[in-house]
């Protein structure tokens, strides 16, 4: 057990619709990042966020968003959904800044999102 | 480009052998740091092992070595004693600099182990 909670573990939806993953990274890890896991795509960065604001970007599409609360869980938010955006979402949590951490990713279980 | 790069889309390996899954990289950066999860059939990523861009030794953790050569900007994952439980898909991945833990994948290597 990495510490790290998604939910929903399986999500089936239609396209066009809009789906919220949410994440609860290790307890005392300021650091939140979004992963996409496709056949085609490999293990994609999505988005990070560091104690609420965002760090970094990757490919992460303009249909997609997210944040970062003050208890520090975060949500991605998938609208306008396609076929092609059915994968394995996968939420990671680091320490963050400083100190002697290597900044070792701890994943989540991942969130299976099949679009029909 | 591609920042990382593993070359093998999957290997079998007799079980209690030892298997050596290849990864190369690309960064300019001289601060990095390099590390190994395991994916198994139920999804999760396990973290393996990691090995920094400064550290003078190859990681070691229990059945698990990370041959690092800086040089050849590789760092190959050696898995010893080779377990059925051992079957899985291996990601490497790069984090580049300090302060952006940013992991950049490979697009892995799935291993088999056959008894």
């Given at each position: 057990?990495?510490?790290?909670?998604?939910?929903?573990?399986?999500?089936?939806t239609a396209t066009?619709q809009?789906?919220?993953?949410?994440?609860?990274?290790?307890?005392?890890?300021?650091?939140?990042?979004?992963?996409?896991?496709?056949?085609?795509?490999?293990?994609?960065?999505?988005?990070?966020?560091?104690?609420?604001?965002?760090?970094?970007?990757?490919?992460?599409?303009?249909?997609?968003?997210?944040?970062?609360?003050?208890?520090?869980?975060?949500?991605?938010?998938?609208?306008?959904?396609?076929?092609?955006?059915?994968?394995?979402?996968?939420?990671?949590?680091?320490?963050?800044?400083?100190?002697?951490?290597?900044?070792?990713?701890?994943?989540?279980?991942?969130?299976?999102?099949?679009?029909? | 480009?591609?920042?990382?790069?593993?070359?093998?889309?999957?290997?079998?390996?007799?079980?209690?052998?030892?298997?050596?899954?290849?990864?190369?990289?690309?960064?300019?950066?001289?601060?990095?740091?390099?590390?190994?999860?395991?994916?198994?059939?139920?999804?999760?990523?396990?973290?393996?092992?990691?090995?920094?861009?400064?550290?003078?030794?190859?990681?070691?953790?229990?059945?698990?070595?990370?041959?690092?050569?800086?040089?050849?900007?590789?760092?190959?994952?050696?898995?010893?004693?080779?377990?059925?439980?051992?079957?899985?898909?291996?990601?490497?991945?790069?984090?580049?600099?300090?302060?952006?833990?940013?992991?950049?994948?490979?697009?892995?290597?799935?291993?088999?182990?056959?008894?």
């Open positions: 057990d990495s510490g790290v909670t998604q939910t929903p573990k399986h999500l089936i066009g809009r789906v919220t993953l949410r994440c609860s990274p290790r307890s005392g890890d300021l650091s939140v990042y979004w992963y996409q896991q496709s056949l085609d795509q490999g293990l994609q960065f999505l988005i990070q966020y560091y104690n609420g604001e965002e760090r970094a970007k990757g490919n992460i599409l303009e249909r997609f968003s997210a944040q970062q609360f003050p208890d520090l869980h975060s949500e991605l938010n998938l609208s306008s959904l396609e076929l092609g955006d059915s994968a394995l979402y996968f939420c990671a949590s680091s320490v963050g800044e400083g100190g002697l951490n290597t900044g070792e990713l701890f994943f989540g279980e991942g969130s299976r999102l099949t679009v029909l | 480009a591609q920042k990382i790069t593993q070359t093998q889309p999957g290997m079998f390996v007799q079980e209690k052998e030892a298997v050596t899954l290849d990864c190369t990289y690309d960064t300019s950066d001289p601060s990095y740091g390099l590390f190994w999860y395991k994916q198994p059939s139920s999804g999760e990523m396990i973290f393996l092992i990691y090995q920094g861009s400064y550290d003078q030794q190859n990681a070691t953790e229990g059945r698990y070595s990370l041959n690092f050569q800086k040089a050849r900007k590789s760092a190959n994952l050696v898995i010893s004693a080779s377990q059925l439980g051992d079957s899985a898909m291996y990601f490497c991945a790069m984090r580049e600099g300090i302060g952006d833990y940013k992991l950049s994948f490979g697009a892995g290597t799935t291993v088999t182990v056959r008894a």
